[in-house]
């Protein structure tokens, strides 16, 4: 049986995008986690988007600490 467990947190955001550049409106609809062997993500998506848009998968960057 293949490995199932994903890491605790997840490794991408998912996100549904309407226009270009500085107008664009970027919504937060999922997350994803890489795959044991990183060939490829497995992805919970918690809104079906009704407008027409792209969506976009980007790795989760570290958040920087304020000194």
Same mark, same amino acid.
């Given at each position: 049986? &293949?490995?199932?467990?994903?890491?605790? &947190?997840?490794? /991408?955001?998912?996100? /549904?995008?309407?226009?270009? #550049?500085? #107008?664009?409106?970027?919504?937060?609809?999922?997350?994803?986690?890489? /795959?044991? #062997?990183?060939?490829?993500?497995?992805?919970?998506?918690?809104?079906?988007?009704?407008?027409?848009?792209?969506?976009?998968?980007?790795?989760?960057?570290?958040?920087?600490?304020?000194?």
């Amino acid at each position: 049986m &293949a490995n199932t467990t994903t890491p605790k &947190a997840p490794t /991408h955001e998912i996100f /549904h995008v309407v226009g270009d #550049k500085d #107008k664009a409106r970027w919504t937060k609809i999922g997350v994803g986690w890489e /795959h044991s #062997k990183g060939d490829g993500l497995n992805l919970v998506i918690n809104y079906s988007p009704l407008v027409e848009g792209r969506t976009i998968v980007r790795k989760i960057k570290a958040q920087e600490t304020e000194e």
